[in-house]
Structure formats: C-alpha cells, structure tokens
C-alpha cells in the first residue's frame, strides 16, 4: 500500500534577518492511509512548521512533500489552496471557528469552498457522530471549549479529506473536554477511516495514536508503535 | 452560504456598519441635493422666463443664457426698432439686476411694454406700481421672506415699498420700475433683455430672422427652447463645480469604506487564515471582501436616497423658494458612485486579505 503522505528529506528554513533558521532538517517519514499518528516533541521543535508543511500552507524550503500522490512541493500558491480544500482537514488548538457564523454554518462553510455543494446525509453522519445535533443552532461564544473544538472537527472532516492535520487539539481543553475530544478523534480514525496526524506534548495525548513520532530540533528523532 | 456569512459580518459590528452606511448615505446625500439644488434653480428660473409668454428673447452679444450672470445692457432705444418689424406685437425691455444677498434677480421693467408681452400680472394683493421706490413681489417671496402688502423692503441696498403681490411665474420675484433700477445700477436707458412677442407663435422664426439682419452678433433665442438650453454645460464653471462635488463625495466613500474594510481585515486576520486553510481561492476571499462592501454601500444607497427626500423636505421648509429636483436618473447615477467608489476603496483590502500567509495569518492574536 502507498503511504498517502511521505516527506522525503524535507527542510524548512526561515530567514531572520541575515540569519538562517532551520525548523525542519531533512524529516522523512511515511503515513498510510488509515493510520492516526501522532507526533510529539517540546516547544519550538518544529511540529508545528511540519503540520503547514505537509498540509501546504507553507512552501518547503528543501525535499519533498507527498500527498496522496502530489508533490506539494513544486505546486503553486493556488495549486496548494486547491490540495487543501479537497485532501486536508486542519483542527485548530485556538478551534479557529468563525465567531459570526453558528456551528451549522461553521461547518457548512467547508462543504461551500469545497465547491461540491452541501451534502446533507454526510452532514448528518458527521455532526452526530460528533454529538453536535442540539447545538447547531449556537454560535462559538455559546459553546464550551470542548463543543467548539467538536464543531471545529465536524468542520474538517466533512467534505471527507484524505487526512485530518490536528495540531494541539486539546490544547485549550480542561482534561475532561479533552479525552472527549481525543475519543472523537480515535472514533473516526477507527469508525470513519480517517488518516489523522495530531501534535501534541502530552504524552496521554498522543497514546491515542497508533505511532508517536518524536522531534527535536526539526528533525524526527523515534518512532514508537502504541501498542 | 456565502450571502449568509456576509450578512453575520456586516451585523457582527453594529456600530462600525452604521457608521460606514451612514456616510455612504452622506455621500449620496451629497450628490443628489447639489445636483437637484443646481438643476432645480435652473429649470425653475427657465420656467419663470417661460412664464413671460414672450416668443423671443433677444439680449446683448455673447450674453449668457443663464441672464442673472449677463452683463453689458443695450440701449434702450433698440426697443423701437424691434416694435417696427413686421409679425411684432409687443417688446418689453427689462433691465436685471442679481440681488446677491438675497440670491434673486431683480427685473426693472416698463408696465406697459411688460403688460403687453406677459398679459400682466394676477395680484393677489394691491396694486401696479405707481411710485418710484414701489416694488411688486411674488407670492413665493412674499410666502418665504413673510413679506406683507406695505412693507418696506431693502433690496440692492435700496429701501422699496411693497404695493403689489402677484401670482409667480413671471420670470422674476421682484419687479420695480426700469427708471429706479437703471438709477441704481448707472444704466441710464439701458436694457438687458428684450423679451418679444410675435402677433402669432407661427412667426417666431420669421422674426427672430428680421431681427438677425438688424443685429447682427445679439444673441436671439426662441423662449420655447428655453429649458433645454438651461442646463448646468451652458453655464460656465457651474459643471465644474457639480463635478467638483461629486469628487468630494466619491472622495468621502471611498476613503470611509478603504479604513473600514482595512481594519475588519486586519481584525478578521485570523479568520482569513482559517479561511485559507479551509483552501479558499483568493478569489473567494475578494468576493467575500467585495459583496460585503456592495452590501453596505446599498444600505448606504437606500439611506442616501430617503436622506435626500428628507434635506429636500427641510430645504424647502427653510426655503420655499428653493426647488431641488430629484430625478430617478440622478438617484441611479449616485448610487453607482457610491458602490463604484465603495468597491474602489475596498479593493486594496481585499487584496491584502487574499494575499495574507496563512500561517502568519492563523497565528495572529
């Protein structure tokens, strides 16, 4: 089976003033479809820089980027936007909802800028799959953390992307709202299929993954199967 | 969805709308009441003139049409020379007189000769003028100024006493004698118009053609003509001046819709980063800029349009003898002004939204 993402020696360096500062130093690593991986390391590692870079909204400085097949690395701005809206879900640690809309239009809005129109019954899996049937109605400022960031996974999951870039999920989450949300996670991983890649420092966090990959100074250190 | 999203912002920020709306509102204000204000006076000045039931108006060389703005009078005694043409009935000189206090000509005139172009006057109150400081007013000046029969007046800086008040439409509001105004205005046997009138309409161009062969560089114009040539090109500097208007106006929305957007862009930094990770174009990202825009200029639209019957209303209450022409095709044009210069100004920032890094935009705090 091919991994539906594979970085092969990928950097990422950032200039600071005359200075050059590499966040990513040459990480390889392959992703199969299905597998929820998650990627730990402490702060300023460059999990976060690797989570835009292979969900493309950063350009690699160096190597490549495979996603379901396509090279992110020699695509264009707009080609990259493209990649996004139909094979990348990104769940935020701030959840990122936009504070106008309510949580049926919030999740809604993906469906509308994936271009396929609004799909009803796929709608209505995800949204009670993720328990958010009574709270549709409710702008973020009326939902609690851990509702927000429900919303904000119904959001990237769906218009069905080939892989869910979770960075921080629980991030902003008391422990309870948080093994909620990482049931959730494990749920559509195991009920769904969906490939998830999720950062986080906290090791009970990231034991719901099936592999933790470790990073330090930009570059992947371990790999550990969870057993 | 899109409509949906647009109408939560606008109402997200109550305040920052309202404002935006409203000066969108003022710029529309702005363009309807200057250019009903120009175009009103005029087609209410071309219809007094109209009202003078003259067939021809002959006046000095390169005079203009707009004869509150003409100068240089012409001897008195060409009067005479016009009653012997042939198809003449009457000729009635008048001398003008711009009263710039009160922003209204002043027509000197002889009763008779006026009488026997006009008809005479219809007085609602007294009588001819009899005296040489006796003054006739019209009953929209009378209405406006509160003036009363036997009331003295201070017009050119000329104390009058009002004997008459007469039904409008007789090309001025004000009438006096010839003889006082040429006194006043060191115009001794001078006229600014000649207003004829042929023994049948059917003769009109017959005479304005007698009266080309006897002066040759006067301006002769048909009265029947006479609205369509009061028009705001016809007068020097006055299209100009609307233009000048109109810029400010556009100036106005622009730079209020520009700061506006500029700083929901800036405030909705994050949400544009969110929407980018979502794999929104930068096309996306303008039309939700622009339609926002659009949105807020129509609201501006609507409130310009019901702003102005509204100043009009005021105006006209404050003025009776103002008229401010509102016309649809007026109202049309400044409502495209608006959302074309709203759509300019948000045009920068919406740029500058599509163009934001997603990364840097989704760390924004």
Known sequence: MEPILKTENLWKVYRQGKVDVPALRGVSIDIMPGEF???????GCGKSTMLHVIGGLAQATRGRVLLDGNDLTTMSDSARTLLRRHKVGFVFQRFNLLPTLDAYHNITLAQHIHGNGFDPHRFEVVAGLLGLSGRLKHKPSELSGGEQQRVALARAIVSEPKIVLADEPTGNLDTKSSEAVLGLLRQLNRDLGQTIVMITHNPEAAA?????????????????TVH | MIRHMIVQNVLHRPLRTLITVLAVAIEVTLVIIVVGLTSGLLAESAKRIEGVGADIMV?????SVFMAFSGAPMPIAIAGKLEQLEYVQAVAPVLLQFNSTGLEIVYGIQQDSFKAVTGGFVFHEGHDLEQPNDIIVDDVYSKSKKIKLGQTVK??????????????????RLFVFMSTLQDMAGARDKASVFFIKCDRTDHTVAVMDEIRQLLPRYEIRPLKDFISLMTSSNLPGLGAFINVMIGIAVVIGFLVIFLSMYTTI????????????LG???????????????????????????????????????FPTLTILITAPWILRAGLIAVVGGLLGAAYPAWMASRKDPVEALSYE
């Open chain 2, 59 to 63: 006046q000095p060389p390169s005079a």
């Open chain 2, 266 to 277: 800036i405030e909705r930094t994050r949400e544009i980063g969110v929407l980018k990770a």
């Open chain 2, 280 to 318: 929104a174009s930068k096309p996306y990202i303008v039309q939700i800029i622009l339609s926002e825009t659009t949105l807020l200029c129509l609201a501006g639209v609507v409130g310009g349009i019901g702003l102005s019957y509204l100043m009009r209303a005021i105006f006209i209450k404050l």
């Open chain 2, 155 to 172: 017009i050119l800086e000329h104390e009058f006493h009002v004997v008459g008040i007469v039904e409008h439409g007789k090309g001025a």
């Open chain 1, 37 to 43: 991986v998650s990627i730990m390391g402490p702060s």
């Open chain 1, 208 to 224: 719901y993954g099936h592999r933790i990959l470790h990073m330090r100074d930009g570059e992947v250190v371990d790999g550990s």
